[in-house]
């Protein structure tokens, strides 16, 4: 099968367009054949391993994944003897989570993983690009910062992967929404549902004078120290990347009297997410949900989606159609 092959970090040739070995499904295992996936901001650092903390999961000095990308949908073409819950044919929406290998032509997982069937009503780029981003933003707002009814929540990268979800969800859960994006990006933030936005291009946090109940930075670029004076008393710092900064401010958080956290969400277990990416489904069938794409490359053009999503300016998802 065609694939894109993990070879080293670093930037163009890290990553090369290459023949896998098709995999064969056990007996609790499906082979999906991958019609569309994507390319997120985690693939990115992965390639380039700049970042000491990633390479304690993809290999210190040098890749031990083969083959990187974790959101798909897709058809099975193949099934397990003793697999109950899908058949060949079934398409499906997928997360492969610490498995990898989404980047490729097919992927075998089990049918234990977060593997559910797609709604007609989505197609198969839009389902590519559900798992990652409203996996990540589920679980930090309702299970970390315990969102509810008449909170405020700030919500800092609102037009990426994670925010475009984090806003649609904490609007759901019935929370007052501002999200912070750059300037071509508020009347979409506006239509996904918040109810201010704050233009960082225009207006700087420091000078913002509201204060929220959770702050959720889902581009890990504030620390709680420059974010502090947004929040309550009781108020929520959350941010999903691993720094020593983040590290720093989880130790001190308790002599500052604020809360800061930090969660593996991609860690948690298979039915957890499992549960959950039902749940989001559910939302997409009720169209209180939908995936924000920006940009669709071909499997043989990845390097070039991966350029892209390493400048940082993706407004929310980066398609590969395979």
Do not use: W
């Not at 989570?97 to 490729?104: E, L, V």
């Amino acid at each position: 099968m065609k694939a894109a092959l993990f070879k080293k970090y670093g930037s163009k040739d890290s990553i090369k367009i290459g023949e896998s070995e098709l995999p064969e499904p056990g007996d609790t295992e499906v082979l999906i054949q991958v019609k569309a996936t994507t390319v997120t901001a985690v693939d990115a650092i992965f390639r380039s391993g700049s970042n000491f903390f990633p390479r304690l999961a993809t290999g210190l000095f040098s890749p031990k994944i083969r083959i990187l990308g974790t959101e798909l949908s897709g058809v099975i073409s193949s099934v397990g003897d003793n697999v109950s819950d899908l058949k060949l044919g079934d398409a499906v929406v997928a997360d492969s989570g610490t498995s990898y290998g989404a980047h490729a032509e097919y992927v075998l997982l089990s049918e234990k993983e977060p593997l559910v069937k797609k709604p007609e009503s989505v197609s198969f780029e839009e389902a590519a690009a559900i798992s990652y981003g409203s996996l990540t933003a589920l679980p930090f707002l309702r299970d970390h910062g315990e969102v509810k009814k008449g909170d405020s929540v700030l919500i800092i990268g609102a037009s990426g992967s994670v925010g475009s979800y984090a806003v649609q969800l904490a609007k759901y859960f019935g929370a007052e929404v501002t999200g912070v994006c750059s300037t071509k990006n508020v009347s979409l933030v506006k239509s996904l549902g918040a109810d201010h936005v704050i233009d960082y291009k225009e207006e700087s946090l420091r000078d913002v004078m509201m204060h929220f109940d959770i702050v959720f930075d889902t581009i890990s670029k504030y620390s709680l120290g420059e974010t502090k004076h947004l929040l309550k008393a009781e108020g929520v710092y959350l941010t999903t990347g691993l720094s020593l900064r983040s590290v720093f401010d989880m130790v001190r958080t308790g002599k500052a009297g604020k809360k800061s956290k930090l969660a593996f969400t991609g860690l948690r277990g298979n039915d957890e997410k499992k549960e959950d990416l039902k749940f989001i489904i559910e939302l997409f069938k009720e169209n209180r949900l939908r995936s924000v794409i920006d940009r669709t490359y071909k499997l043989d053009d990845i390097i070039k989606a991966f350029d892209y999503v390493e400048k940082g300016h993706k407004v929310g998802n980066v398609i590969i159609k395979v």
